[in-house]
């Protein structure tokens, strides 16, 4: 029998960390460790996680010891680097980071972290031991533009994106509060939002040209996914366009082009992301939907876990959408 590998969580009471416990739970190659919450230390994950009663008797801890293989960092952002170094982390340790402190500068007195968008990284991910996971946001914009990018094809885009509450984490805010936020839309951060040079820095790279990003994030009356449209100017006809996004994906195990429209319902729950193009005129449109807990987080995690330990990056991700 396979010897299972010991991973720990840390921040494992908030959404993202939650959402990772419910996926390694059923991941065939991996034994949670621990799962730290200094606030919940020494509660069951069901109290916090309810949906787990009768799913694990794994209790949250308050101390980290350097006993697993990989660690899962599920931290508010700005505070990871701080962590690592305050805790004295085994440099035998693969650390996969769900915040934003290495996105933009991968350098690290301990090594370098590789950004996880697995879709233009694999293979530097395989060798990593160090892995920034991508954001929620700019992981469904950077799908929606990367086969166009990698034809040197972008100049100016104008993207609009919904999220659902998860998005915004699990403190309470006066814009995630159930009374605010039922019936209610609202857009935040408009062409300012944080995602926006990260996203940047990797369309840049195989653009080969700066790329004008005009982004507006949208909240939405939901709970969670991403619905993605952007626009740009194009002389190529759709079936031109399809093709490129076809050929760019083709093999991917997570992203699909379909030339049907796309609802969220599609890849909530999932790891999917699924891409729809449509064409007025010269203006092209390109959605993408995906899952900001799954592909937007703990999802792409697991998967970056799995690319780093030589596994298939499906295991332990094969998932289906609620239709209903």
């Known amino acids: 029998m396979q010897t299972k590998v010991k991973v720990g969580i840390i921040?494992?009471?908030g959404y993202t960390g939650g959402e990772l416990i419910r996926l390694l739970l059923n991941h065939p190659n991996v034994e949670i460790a621990f799962a730290l919450s200094r606030s919940n230390a020494?509660?069951?994950?069901?109290?916090?996680h309810t949906d787990l009663f009768g799913e694990t008797n794994l209790k949250f801890t308050n101390e980290y010891t350097?006993?697993?293989?990989?660690l899962f960092l599920c931290l508010p952002h700005k505070e990871s680097k701080v962590w690592i170094e305050n805790n004295a982390v085994s440099k035998t340790i693969k650390?996969?980071?769900?915040?934003?402190d290495f996105r933009l500068d991968g350098n690290f007195s301990q090594g370098e972290f590789i950004y996880g968008l697995s879709e233009t990284n694999e293979e530097a991910i395989?060798?990593?031991n160090y892995v920034a996971n991508p954001g929620c946001f700019a992981t469904a914009i950077q799908l929606a533009l990367l086969p166009l990018a990698k034809e040197k094809l972008l100049n100016k885009v104008y993207t609009t994106e919904i999220t659902g509450a998860t998005g915004a984490g699990q403190q309470l805010q006066s814009t995630s509060h159930f009374s605010w936020r039922t019936n209610n839309i609202s857009a935040y951060k408009t062409l300012n939002h944080q995602h926006v040079p990260e996203i940047c820095q990797t369309l840049e790279h195989l653009n080969k040209e700066k790329v004008q990003l005009e982004f507006i994030?949208?909240?939405?009356?939901f709970t969670r996914g991403i619905f993605t449209s952007s626009t740009l100017e194009s002389n190529l006809i759709l079936e031109q366009l399809y093709t490129i996004y076809e050929t760019f994906y083709n093999g991917n195990p997570f992203v699909f082009v379909s030339k049907n429209?796309?609802?969220?319902?599609?890849?909530?729950?999932?790891?999917k992301c699924l891409i729809h193009i449509e064409k007025q005129g010269e203006h092209v449109v390109v959605h993408t939907i995906i899952d900001n807990l799954v592909k937007g987080a703990s999802g792409q995690a697991i998967q970056n876990m799995n690319l780093m330990l030589g596994w298939e990056p499906t295991l332990g991700l094969k998932l289906k959408a609620t239709a209903f």
């Open 11 to 13: 921040g494992a009471a």
């Open 42 to 48: 020494y509660k069951p994950v069901y109290e916090i």
């Open 66 to 70: 350097n006993t697993v293989n990989v």
């Open 95 to 100: 650390i996969v980071d769900l915040g934003n």
């Open 126 to 128: 395989k060798k990593a």
């Open 217 to 221: 994030p949208w909240r939405g009356d």
């Open 261 to 271: 429209t796309i609802d969220l319902k599609q890849v909530v729950n999932t790891n």
